[in-house]
Every structure is written in structure tokens, then in C-alpha cells.
């Protein structure tokens, strides 16, 4: 196919030089075999851009202390840091406040950690816990944990062919039994993109919270919790250009003032007797130990990256970049898309006929392209769609159209190996 220009123009008029910005990532300059990295494998983990892997080495070299608790500079300088980067993340997620913002290694313990405070806390025999049948396991398993613990039941919203989410039957489940509902907001096998404002809508109409899945959909688009009206929402740094084991839960501090603490140690309290623990205010409450303190810094500046290049300019770039891939992908003989909903973003998940989606991954990584195989941590969504696994390509803001060309040529290898 022929590439179109690489340079794209975002809706404000701004130019998106994407060779600009592949040069900020360092590990894009690889050539595996003698061949360009093609890395198509962002809804795994994105790769780190220099200002990251900079602040990184920077801490670690000049600001490296433990937070909190010295009174000496070095160690304000590192708080300092840490906190500003949580004050970075609220505003990422237009929190009301940095206190609603919870650092956590990823955004599984995010899920995990209110499964066990607030939802141990509030769900009984015979209460509901829902969810959706496009769910990463992170967020199945936890709440069959709290369900087969308290007696309670897990529902299950079914996805459409296409891959949409079935809001009347949603609708239809919500009642006095339901304690929460826990959706994705973007589906990391399909790509699908909920429609979460509505979704928080129909629970809140019965009195019921609601816990986002971010961790797809925070490095595609801007995230506002205050105008989803969710109660929580869960990141991870890893796919937001940061460092791996850092995530982020936010919850409304109303919730998080009322539910109990989650791990107990040093930092999660005011003060300790053998008698008596007191507990410390929100976040901190949440944080027990010594944190992933560079991993938090890291974060803020990837936090720091994303808003430098703009929403609008990545979501107009990615926008168009799925475009030319899902037709490209499309034209590819034997080739069947899964996911395609409408409303969807860098994902594209497929199967080959006649070979296993391993073995597409096997043959293409050969021409230097790297993607993902298999269930994607989300087995159901394979049994829905009667498919023992997918090759998946998914983009990021440093992925171009010549990219999606050469994933389409080492397909046709593909074939010519297979037949």
C-alpha cells in the first residue's frame, strides 16, 4: 500500500511530527535481524521515551531518599518529588484533589485493593457484583475472590458480535443487590471503547458506584473522572510511557475515607501502640512501606510527556493510523478482524485462517515485527468469540503507516510459509 504523509494534523491545527517523537524513544532504533523494529505491542506496554528514562536516572543519581519521614533535604527533595508527582496524576485524571489519587504497583492491585476494602466492606450474602464479558482477568478475578468469600453473585454483561457492550441488558441487571459495577473503559482485545458516562449514569441511578478500568484507554484519550462521575478509576504506568510496576487508583475521598486500610506497615499510620492502631489520612492510608518512589517519579514525567505532545494531536494521529491499518488489514486474504465496534481505538486484534495465531506472531516477528498472540488475558472474550487465541497489533503515538505496511508484507510471508 502507499503510505500517505507522515506528518498528521490534530483538530487545532497543531502538526504531529511523528518522526519527532519515534526519536525520543531510543529503543525504536533497533534493527532485529538487520530490519526496523516494527513494536506493535503497546496495549502490553509502551515503550520510554527519554524524558522518563532521564528523570529515572536523574533521581536515582541526585535525589534518591526515602519520603516522608527525613527531615533532612535530600529526603524533602525526594517527597517533594513524589508528591508533585501525585499532584501530576490528579490533574492527568482531573481528580478533585491529589488526596484522591492512590499510588499502587499497577492497576491490577488497584482493582484488587478495592475489592478488598470497599467491596469486603460492603458486599454481603447474596449481593451483586457487575461486570462485562470483555474483561481483562485483573478485573474477574478479583471480584470472584469477594464473591466465593462472601456468598455473593458475580453478573456478567454480554458483548455484542461486533464487540459493544449490551447497556440494556446492563440496565436490566442493576438492582437493590447490586453493591458495584466494574467495566473496562477500553477493551485491551478488542478495542472497544464503552460508553462509560452511560454506564456510570445507569448505576447511579440505583445507588450503585462504579470502578473504571483505565488501563487501556488513559494513554489514548483524555481522562476526566469528575465528568465521568465515576467513584474509581484505575491506570497503570507502564502503558502511559512510564515505568513499569507504578499504577494509580483514584476514588472519590469520600469512599476512601470510609474504607478500611488494605495493607498495614510503615507510612499507612499515625501512630502505634500494642494496644491500638491509628490510621493516617487518605492516600496515605493506602500506601503501606517504602513505595516504588522512582517508579512514582517516572510516572509524572511521562505524565509530563503525554500532555507535551497534547491529547488532541495523539488521538487525531492514532485516529487516522487505525483508519489505514483496519483497512489495510482488511485486504489481506483469509484475514477476519475481531472487534469492531464503532466506537474503538488503536487495537486490532485478527486471525489468519488456517493458522494459529502463535505461529502468525512467530513468522512476522522474523520481519522484525513484534505482536502480541494469544488470549490477551481475557479468555472469555476468546470463548465468545469461538477463537482459541488472536494476533493482536496495537498502536501508539510513536507508530506510522509505514509500520502498518510492513506488518501487512510480513503477513503475506506468513501465508507463503503456511500456504
Sequence with gaps: MTSRAENDFGPD?????????????????????????????????????????????????????????????????????????????????????????????????????????????????????????MEHHSNIVPWQLLCEEKGAQLRVVPISDSGELMLDELASMLGPRTKLVSIVHMSNSLGTINPVRRVVELAHAQGVPVLLDGSQAAYHMPVDVQALECDFYVVT???????????????????????????????????????????????????????????????????????????????EHERQLLAYATTALEAVPGLRLIGTAPEKASILSFVLDGVHAHDVGTVVDTQGVAIRTGHHCTQPVMERFSVPATARASLAMYNTTTEIDQLVTALATVREVFG
Excluded at 517527597?79 to 508527582?85: F, L, Q
Design 237 to 315: 504506568g507502564h502503558k502511559l510511557y512510564g515505568p513499569t510496576g507504578i499504577g494509580a487508583l483514584y476514588g472519590r475521598r469520600s469512599w476512601l475515607e470510609a474504607m478500611p486500610p488494605y495493607q498495614g506497615g510503615g507510612d499507612m499510620i499515625s501512630s502505634v501502640t500494642f494496644e491500638r492502631t491509628t490510621y493516617n489520612e487518605v492516600p496515605h492510608k493506602f500506601e503501606a512501606g517504602t513505595p516504588h518512589i522512582a517508579g512514582v517519579v517516572g510516572l509524572g514525567a511521562a505524565v509530563d510527556f503525554i500532555e507535551s505532545v497534547g491529547f488532541s494531536a495523539i488521538v
Design 13 to 133: 491545527g497543531e502538526v504531529f511530527d511523528v518522526e519527532r517523537i519515534r526519536a525520543l524513544f531510543p529503543i525504536l532504533a533497533q534493527r532485529p535481524g538487520g530490519q526496523p523494529l516494527v513494536y506493535l505491542d503497546n496495549a502490553a506496554t509502551t515503550q520510554k521515551p527519554l524524558p522518563v528514562l532521564n528523570t529515572l536516572s536523574r533521581y536515582y543519581a541526585n535525589e534518591n531518599a526515602n519520603i516522608h519521614r527525613g527531615v533532612y533535604g535530600l529526603s524533602q527533595r525526594a517527597t517533594d518529588a513524589y508528591e508533585g508527582a501525585r499532584a501530576k496524576m490528579a490533574r492527568f485524571l482531573n481528580a478533585a484533589e491529589p488526596a484522591e489519587v492512590v499510588f499502587t504497583r499497577n492497576a491490577t492491585e488497584g482493582i484488587n485493593l478495592v475489592a478488598q476494602t470497599f467491596g469486603r466492606q460492603r458486599v454481603t450474602a447474596d449481593d451483586e457484583v457487575v461486570i462485562s464479558a
